[in-house]
């Protein structure tokens, strides 16, 4: 079995973000791997903007909605310890530029947030259950409860 050397963490800033986050953050110091985060945005309105585009995370946009996404990302980053290279905030639909940027970068592992307290049709939530679907890498899911 091969280590994990790069590890992918998705993020949301759903109320479950922070354990996800924190699991990431342990397992790559065990693992001493290099960590990247990617938070995909798909909740403020970005017209023209094709799905897939990367954000720059150094230049002001003039769209305070942008510009708060951006700072609640980097805060994250920062305090993950992340490097700007491993910061990738994404325009488009989170499974498919999560599971498209692990190949794209080589990464060995995902780490995805999944629901499970609503029984076997939401045995995953769906993002994770797109994510397992379509990376080509493995992908851990960190389980979430709602009295966590
Ligand atoms: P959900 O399917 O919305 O319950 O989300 C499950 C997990 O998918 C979350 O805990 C995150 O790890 C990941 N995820 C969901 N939405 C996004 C997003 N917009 N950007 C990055 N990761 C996401």
């Given at each position: 079995?091969?280590?994990?050397?790069?590890?992918?963490?998705?993020?949301?800033?759903?109320?479950?973000g922070n354990i996800v986050?924190?699991?990431?953050?342990?397992?790559?110091?065990?693992?001493?791997?290099?960590?990247?985060?990617?938070?995909?945005?798909?909740?403020?309105?970005?017209?023209?903007?094709?799905?897939?585009?990367?954000?720059?995370?150094?230049?002001?946009?003039?769209?305070?909605l942008l510009e708060a996404?951006?700072?609640?990302?980097?805060?994250?980053?920062?305090?993950?310890?992340?490097?700007?290279?491993?910061?990738?905030?994404?325009?488009?639909?989170?499974?498919?530029?999560?599971?498209?940027?692990?190949?794209?970068?080589?990464?060995?592992?995902?780490?995805?947030?999944?629901?499970?307290?609503?029984?076997?049709?939401?045995?995953?939530?769906?993002?994770?259950?797109?994510?397992?679907?379509?990376?080509?890498?493995?992908?851990?899911?960190?389980?979430?409860?709602?009295?966590?």
């Open positions: 079995m091969n280590d994990y050397k790069k590890i992918l963490v998705a993020i949301d800033f759903s109320d479950y986050i924190n699991q990431a953050k342990h397992l790559a110091g065990k693992l001493n791997a290099e960590l990247s985060v990617i938070h995909v945005l798909d909740n403020i309105p970005m017209p023209d903007t094709p799905y897939g585009t990367i954000i720059t995370l150094s230049v002001q946009s003039g769209d305070p996404e951006k700072n609640k990302f980097n805060q994250v980053c920062d305090d993950l310890g992340v490097i700007s290279t491993g910061r990738w905030l994404i325009w488009g639909k989170p499974q498919e530029e999560i599971t498209g940027l692990a190949a794209k970068e080589k990464i060995d592992l995902i780490i995805v947030g999944s629901h499970g307290h609503h029984g076997l049709a939401a045995l995953m939530g769906s993002t994770a259950k797109g994510v397992i679907f379509n990376a080509e890498c493995d992908v851990l899911t960190v389980h979430l409860k709602d009295n966590q």
